[in-house]
Structure formats: structure tokens, C-alpha cells
């Protein structure tokens, strides 16, 4: 089953704009993480947040997490066309070791 | 530090026929991935190796597929026989995650599979 998903479903911007993505999920987490997935390729890991953990940044990237409402979303501030991809967020849940859960994906597309 | 590699990168079978996939985790990775997905949708589970050893097979449609980790590293993926829901892509993952704690997962680029 998928815990995860994902809103929007797709978002177009253009370059130089900020992308938001948000994910919902439904049970109690060990950390969330986000991936993104270029067409044809495999997933690559972008940043891992921890359920004690309210916010965290990696270059352009800015990752929230509300346990209270079960929600991340993932900021990608001036965006650029080699962002366009798939973006999937993955929780792992409460039980350490357990497999990550993926939602269904914001597709992001950049255009310049 | 070498990737996961999965080979073949496509196939494409008939209904009925059976597959293999294969896939090297990076070395010292004790956990084993496999997930399914398909068009449109996010990696679904399959089945999670923790050395040679079955964590979760839940997920896994046992009538038709099997999953092996032959001494802890490497691992197939079969499926004997193939149904036309069964065309996605098969991806491997790995991590260094054990019983105690969550850690990020390396993916391989996937096996594309198609069933006509």
C-alpha cells in the first residue's frame, strides 16, 4: 500500500520560480525522506528529514515536516530546467528497519 | 563508490514466459531492496533483504514471483509466469539501514519490463 501522496500531481513553473510539493501521509514515522526520478532513470536520494525534526535545508532545497498533521512539503527555490523530474516522498515508518513507503510523485516541469 | 547495478536494463516477454532480474548492491550494504513500478505510479515494495535473510515479502505475489539473496550480496528477482500487469519497471535498491535505525536507499537504474 502507499502511505504517501504527493499534491500537486504536476506543476509547471518557470525557471528562477520556487516549486512547492507537499506530502500527507497517514501512520506515525521514523523520518521522511524525498527522491527525485528524471525520466528513465532511478530514484536519487535529495534529503532526509527526522520526526524530531521540524525543518531542513540542503542547497536550494528546504524540506518541512508536521507530525501533528502528517504532512512535509519540499521547497525548490530558484528553479532551473535541469530540476524537471519526478518528485517522490517516502516515509519510513515508526519501526526502525522497515522498508520506505513511496507516494505516487509531483511531476515538476521547468521550462526556461 | 560503484552504484547498484541491475541488469538487464529492458526486456520484453511474452505473457506466460518467465524473467529474471538481477542486482548488485553496493558492497557492504546489508539491505536489499526490490520494488515494483509502474507507469505513473511510486516504487512499490516488493520484497526486503536484511543480509541473505527475508525482512518483508508481504507485498509479494507468491504465486508467481520469487526473490533470492544467494550469501547476503547479490539477488534475482523471477517471475514465472508473467502476466501483462506484470510490464513495469523493477527497481533494486540498497541501504546500510539495520534494526535500529532508517538511512537513506541507493537505487539502481531499473530493469524496464515489458509483457506483450
Known amino acids: 500500500s502507499q502511505q504517501g501522496e504527493e499534491d500537486p500531481q504536476a506543476l509547471s513553473i518557470q525557471e528562477g520560480e520556487n516549486a512547492t510539493m507537499n506530502c500527507s501521509y497517514k501512520?506515525?514515522?521514523?523520518?521522511l525522506q524525498w527522491y527525485r526520478q528524471n525520466s528513465g532513470r532511478g530514484l536519487v536520494h535529495l534529503i532526509l528529514i527526522r520526526s524530531n525534526e521540524r525543518e531542513k535545508h540542503s542547497g536550494r532545497l528546504r524540506v518541512t515536516l508536521d507530525t501533528s498533521k502528517k504532512s512535509s512539503s519540499l521547497l525548490i527555490t530558484a528553479s532551473r530546467a535541469a530540476d524537471t523530474a519526478s518528485y517522490f516522498c517516502a516515509t519510513a515508518p515508526g519501526q526502525a528497519g522497515t522498508a520506505l513507503i513511496f507516494g505516487k510523485g509531483t511531476t515538476l516541469s521547468v521550462s526556461s | 563508490e560503484a552504484g547498484v547495478a541491475q541488469s538487464p536494463r529492458y526486456k520484453i516477454i511474452e505473457k506466460r514466459q518467465s524473467v529474471a532480474f538481477w542486482c548488485n548492491p553496493i558492497s557492504g550494504h546489508a539491505t536489499l531492496y526490490w520494488y515494483q513500478q509502474i507507469l505513473g505510479q511510486g516504487p512499490k515494495l516488493l520484497i526486503q533483504?536484511?543480509?541473505?535473510?527475508?525482512?518483508?515479502d508481504s507485498q509479494l505475489p507468491k504465486d508467481r514471483f520469487s526473490a533470492e539473496r544467494l550469501k547476503g550480496v547479490d539477488s534475482t528477482l523471477k517471475i514465472q509466469p508473467a502476466k501483462l500487469e506484470d510490464s513495469a519497471v523493477y527497481l533494486c535498491?540498497?541501504?546500510?539501514?539495520?534494526?535500529?535505525?532508517?538511512?537513506?536507499?541507493?537505487f539502481g537504474q531499473g530493469t524496464r519490463l515489458t509483457v506483450v
Open positions: 533483504f536484511q543480509n541473505n535473510g527475508v525482512v518483508d
Open positions: 535498491a540498497s541501504s546500510l539501514v539495520g534494526r535500529r535505525r532508517n538511512t537513506e536507499a541507493f
Open positions: 501512520t506515525s514515522i521514523n523520518n
